[in-house]
RNA sequence: GCCCUGGUGGUGGAAUCGGUAGACACGUCGGACUUAAAAUCCGAUGAGGCUAAUAACUUCGUGCCAGUUCAAGUCUGGCCCAGGGCACCA
C-alpha cells in the first residue's frame, strides 16, 4: 500500500539498501545489445559532494537509464582521482597518511553517490591512488618511454615555492600557481615530459571528427595548440662571418621592409652579437628581464621596451644592412626566438620603432594603408620589394619563401604553440615514475613483472623544500634490474593528469590483472558515447586524454582514433547569482537535501530550471516547488492505487472525446520528452512536459464520474515510466506496488503513435497584413483551400477586409493564414 | 586586442522549417477549504492606451541600428553590453 502522503525518507532508504546489496546496474561485456558507454569526469574525492558533482551525475545517470530503457546495453561507471597535491596537503595539515585522508574521504563521497540514486556499476570502480590502479599507469609510462615519446630533460621549469613542485605550462595562470595562486619562478631541473607535440598535426586534425563536440571547447583546443604557418628565413650578421640569425615569420611578404630584427634577451647567441660598447646596457637589460618578468607579466599597459646590440644583420633580399637589438617582447621559446622586424605592417613592431625612432619601410599597399598607421591587411598588393612587386600580399607569401627556399637561406616551416608535457612532480602523492639510475647502466626502466613500484609509507610528511619521498629509508636506494650495482630510483611522481588520460579505459576491464585492459573488450566499449563534465577541463584534460588514446593506438593496444564521441559540457551551480564556494559560505549539503526532501528532489530541481550547459542558479524556493510536484505526483497514485491495472485495455475509436484527449495528450508527452532528451539533452523543457503532463491528468480526474480507468491506467503506467530516470525513488516505490515482480528500470521506455501525438483539433491563426485578426478551432491537415475559406468566412476577417482588394494569401497548413491586402 | 558563448516579463527560462512571443515554473495578487494557520485546490499576472472598472478594440514590446520577407526572437550587415578562454605566438 502506498501512504497517503510522500515520505522520501523512508522510501529512499528501503530502494537504497536493495540496491548497495544487488548491484543491479552490472554492464555485460558480451551482449546483444547495442553497446553505450555513459560517462562522468571522475572525481576527486576532496571531502564531501557538492553540487557540482550532483548536477554532472544526475545527468549522465539520466542518459543512462533513458538509454537502458531504450534497450542499450549501457555502462555507466565511476572512479576515484585520487591522486595528487590537496591530499598530500590536507594530510599535512591533519597529521594524517594521504591514502587514510583520501580513503576516507572516497568512502563518504560514495556513500552520498549510493544515496543519489546513481546507476552505476559499483564492480568498475577505479581508485587512482591504488595499487592495482597505479601498475597500470606505470606500466604505460614504459610503454610511451620504450616508444620514445617519455624522456628526460634538463629544462626551465616553472616552480612554486609554496607548493615546492613544478608546474606545467598548463598549470600557469597569468604568472601565478593554479592551485595555491602564488608567484611562479623558473628553475632549472631535470624532467620527464611526454611528446604531446608528435601529434600535434593529429590533434588538430581531428577536431573535425568530434562532432558532439561543442565549438566552444574545439576552439579552445585549437588555439592552445596554435598552428601557424609561415617560414623560416635566415639573416646573416655583418659583422661576425659564419654567423646567422633564423627568425620564424608568417609574413614572408613582408621581408622587403625588414628594418631592424629582435632577439629574445635570453637568445642563445646574444652574447656573441653584443658589441663591447654595448654590453654594460644590455647586460643590465637582460638583469632586469629576468627580475621583472613576474610582476610585468600582471601589466596589461606594458610599453616595450629593448635595447641595440650594436651589430646588424644583412637582408638577404636587399642586402640592406639593419641593427639587431633585444627586446622582451621576442620570445626565446617560440619560434626561433628571434623575430625580423617590419614597423609598418607589425602593431608590435610598429609600437618599438614609434618608441624608439627607427626606420619604416612601407611594403604593402592598399586603398586603406595611411601614413604613420600600421597597416597588416593582407589584401594589399606589394610595393618597394624589388622583383615581387605588385604581387598581391597573400601570394607572395609562397613566392617569396620559395625564392629564399631556392637560394638557400629559408625554409618553408609551421609552427605550433603547444609544447610537451611535463609529467614529473616533485611530490609524494603520486605514481612513482619506474625509472632506477644506475652508475653504470645509467638511466634504467623498472622491469614490467616488478610493478608495481610501489609508494613507501616510510615517509617524513613535515619535510619541506623536497619530496617527501626523499625521506624514506627504503625508497630510494635500490640496485640495478640490470646489473644489479647500487642504484637509486626516480623520487619524482607523474603528474595527476596522468592518471585521468586513460581510466575511461581501465572501467571497460576494471578487475583485469594480467593487463592494463584486454583490447577485444575496449575496443568493444570504446569510445565514450557520452562525456559530460565541467568546462574548464576543455583544455587539459580532454587534449591529454585525446593525446593518450592516439599514442596507446600507435601501440597497438587499441583501434580507435578519439576517446569521447560526443562531450556535454555542464556550466556551474550558482547560489545567488554567486558560484558555490566555502569561501563565500554559499554551499548547499547534499546530506542536508537528501534529509528535508529527499534524493529525488535534488535531481529533478537540479535539472529542472536550465539547460544543462548554462549555470544553474540554486534557489530554497525552486527545491520546495520540485518537493511539491512530486507530492502532487505521488497523491495521485496514493489516490487510484486501488484502480490502477497493469492489464489495461481500451479501443482508441469507442472512447468518449474527453477520453481520447488524455489519450493524445500522453502521446505527445512521450514524443516531446523523448525529442528533448534524445536532442541536446534538454532536461529542463523534459521537466516542463512532465508538468504539462501532470497538469493534464488532474483537469481530466477533475469530474470523478467520468474517469474511465482502462485510460487511467494507461495513462499513470506511462507517466511513471516517463518519470523514472529522473524519480529513480519514489518511481520504483510507486511501481512496486502494480507489478511487485519487476523494476520499473527494467521496463522498456514508452513508444508513441504518430497519428496520436497530436491533437484532434489545431487553432488556426488568421492574419490580414500580419496582423492577428482572428483565432478559430479546426480539424488537423485541413486543405490549403479550405483553411482559406474557414479563413473567410471569420466575421472579424471580413470586418477587416472591407473595402479593401485581397492581393495574396498566404496558407500554412495546420497553423496560420495571412491574407495580404492593399 | 583576439577567440568562444550569451543578451527574451519582477525571476529561471520556452518557442522544429522564419508562421499565435513569453510554454513550464518561481514570485506576487485574488478566491475556495479551515475556528485559524500550514498544506491543498481554483483563477489573474509583459508594458501602455481607450473605457466608470469590465468585455471588446488598439499601440508598443525578444540588447541597439539598418536590411530581406506577406511574416523576423529566429535570416543578412553593422554596432553595444555581459560571462568565459587566450593573451607580446612574430
Request: hydrophobic share 35%; charged share 25%.
Amino acid at each position: 500500500m502506498l501512504e497517503k502522503e510522500y515520505y522520501p525518507q523512508q522510501i529512499e532508504k528501503k530502494w537504497y539498501e536493495t540496491w548497495d546489496k544487488t548491484n543491479p546496474y552490472k554492464a555485460l561485456d558480451k551482449s546483444d545489445k547495442p553497446k553505450y558507454y555513459a560517462l562522468s569526469m571522475l572525481p576527486y574525492p576532496s571531502g564531501k559532494l557538492h553540487m557540482g558533482h550532483v548536477r554532472n551525475y544526475t545527468i549522465t545517470d539520466v542518459i543512462a537509464r533513458f538509454k537502458r530503457a531504450q534497450g542499450f546495453n549501457v555502462l555507466h561507471p565511476i572512479g576515484w582521482d585520487s591522486f595528487g597535491l590537496p591530499a598530500e596537503n590536507a594530510a599535512i595539515q591533519h597529521g594524517a597518511n594521504p591514502k587514510e585522508w583520501t580513503l576516507s574521504n572516497i568512502s563518504y563521497m560514495k556513500r552520498q553517490l549510493k544515496m543519489l540514486g546513481l546507476s552505476i556499476d559499483w564492480d568498475r570502480e577505479i581508485t587512482t591512488c591504488l595499487e592495482d590502479y597505479y601498475k597500470w599507469t606505470q606500466w604505460l609510462f614504459l610503454q610511451l618511454y620504450k616508444k620514445g615519446l617519455a624522456y628526460k630533460k634538463t629544462a626551465p621549469v616553472n616552480w612554486c615555492e609554496k607548493c615546492a613542485t613544478v608546474l606545467a605550462n598548463e598549470q600557469v595562470i597569468e604568472g601565478k600557481c593554479w592551485r595555491c595562486d602564488s608567484e611562479v619562478t623558473k628553475k632549472n631541473l631535470s624532467q620527464w615530459f611526454f611528446r604531446i607535440t608528435d601529434y600535434c598535426e593529429e590533434l588538430l586534425k581531428d577536431l573535425d571528427l568530434l562532432t558532439g563536440w561543442g565549438d566552444n571547447v574545439k576552439t579552445m583546443q585549437k588555439n592552445w595548440i596554435g598552428k601557424s604557418t609561415g617560414a623560416i628565413l635566415k639573416f646573416k650578421v655583418a659583422e661576425i662571418e659564419g654567423l646567422e640569425i633564423p627568425v620564424y615569420t608568417t609574413r614572408p611578404d613582408t621581408v622587403y621592409g625588414v628594418t631592424y630584427l629582435v632577439v629574445a634577451p635570453e637568445y642563445k647567441d646574444i652574447e656573441k652579437l653584443t658589441l663591447p660598447q654595448n654590453q654594460k646596457e644590455v647586460e643590465n637589460y637582460r638583469l632586469n628581464a629576468k627580475k621583472l618578468s613576474e610582476i610585468e607579466r600582471l601589466s596589461t599597459t606594458r610599453t616595450k621596451t629593448g635595447v641595440p646590440l650594436g651589430t646588424h644583420i644583412i637582408n638577404p633580399f636587399t642586402g640592406k644592412k639593419c641593427p639587431i637589438w633585444t627586446a622582451d617582447y621576442a620570445l626565446v621559446d617560440y619560434g626561433t626566438g628571434a623575430v625580423m622586424a617590419v614597423p609598418y605592417h607589425d602593431e608590435r613592431d610598429f609600437d618599438f620603432a614609434k618608441k624608439y625612432n627607427l626606420e619604416m619601410i612601407q611594403v604593402i599597399d592598399g586603398v586603406d594603408f595611411e601614413k604613420d598607421k600600421v597597416y597588416t591587411n593582407k589584401e594589399g598588393t606589394l610595393v618597394n620589394s624589388g622583383e615581387f612587386n605588385g604581387i598581391k600580399a597573400k601570394d607572395a607569401i609562397e613566392k617569396i619563401t620559395q625564392y629564399a627556399v631556392d637560394k638557400g637561406f629559408g625554409e618553408f616551416k609551421t609552427q605550433f604553440r603547444l609544447r610537451d608535457w611535463l609529467i614529473s612532480r616533485q611530490r609524494y602523492w603520486g605514481a612513482p615514475i619506474p625509472i632506477v639510475y644506475c652508475p653504470n647502466c645509467g638511466e634504467v626502466a623498472v622491469p614490467e613483472e616488478d610493478l608495481p613500484v610501489k609508494l613507501p609509507e616510510d615517509v617524513d610528511f613535515s619535510v619541506q623544500g623536497k619530496s617527501p619521498i626523499e625521506t624514506s629509508p627504503t625508497f630510494k636506494y635500490t640496485t640495478c634490474p640490470k646489473c644489479g650495482a647500487k642504484a637509486t630510483r626516480d623520487v619524482d611522481t607523474m603528474d595527476t593528469f596522468v592518471c585521468s588520460s586513460w581510466y575511461y579505459m581501465r572501467y571497460c576491464d576494471a578487475k583485469n590483472d594480467k593487463e592494463c585492459f584486454n583490447r577485444e573488450i575496449i575496443n568493444g566499449w570504446m569510445p565514450v558515447d557520452q562525456y559530460v563534465g565541467g568546462i574548464e577541463h576543455a583544455i587539459l584534460h580532454l587534449l591529454y586524454a585525446r593525446f593518450f588514446t592516439k599514442a596507446l593506438r600507435d601501440l597497438g593496444l587499441l583501434n580507435f582514433d578519439e576517446p569521447f564521441k560526443n562531450l556535454l559540457t555542464q556550466g556551474m551551480v550558482l547560489k545567488d547569482g554567486a558560484k558555490m564556494s566555502k569561501s563565500k559560505g554559499n554551499t548547499v549539503d547534499p546530506d542536508e537535501i537528501y534529509q528535508n526532501f529527499g534524493a529525488d528532489t535534488a535531481r529533478l530541481f537540479i535539472l529542472s530550471d536550465s539547460p544543462p550547459a548554462r549555470d544553474f542558479d540554486w534557489t530554497d524556493a525552486g527545491v520546495e516547488g520540485c518537493y511539491k510536484f512530486i507530492c502532487r505526483i505521488y497523491r495521485l497514485y496514493s489516490k487510484f492505487q486501488d484502480r490502477i491495472k497493469l492489464n489495461y485495455n481500451f479501443d482508441i475509436k469507442s472512447l468518449s472525446q474527453k477520453d481520447e484527449n488524455l489519450v493524445r495528450e500522453t502521446h505527445i508527452a512521450i514524443k516531446k520528452i523523448t525529442n528533448d532528451i534524445e536532442q541536446e539533452f534538454q532536461f529542463n523543457t523534459v521537466i516542463s512536459r512532465y508538468r504539462e503532463f501532470v497538469n493534464a491528468i488532474y483537469e481530466y480526474i477533475k469530474d470523478e464520474k467520468t474517469i474511465n480507468y482502462e485510460v487511467l491506467s494507461f495513462v499513470l503506467l506511462t507517466l511513471i515510466k516517463l518519470l523514472s530516470p529522473v524519480l529513480v525513488f519514489v518511481s520504483e516505490e510507486i511501481y512496486s506496488q502494480f507489478n511487485p515482480e519487476k523494476s520499473i528500470h527494467e521496463e522498456p521506455w514508452p513508444k508513441f503513435d504518430e497519428n496520436l501525438a497530436k491533437t484532434s483539433m489545431i487553432t488556426l491563426v488568421i492574419q490580414v497584413n500580419g496582423k492577428i485578426k482572428d483565432k478559430i478551432e479546426a480539424a488537423q491537415d485541413l486543405s490549403k483551400e479550405d483553411l482559406e475559406k474557414l479563413a473567410l468566412d471569420s466575421s472579424k476577417v471580413k470586418q477587416a477586409l472591407e473595402g479593401k482588394n485581397i492581393v495574396k494569401t498566404i496558407v500554412i497548413p495546420n497553423r496560420l493564414v495571412n491574407i495580404v491586402v492593399k
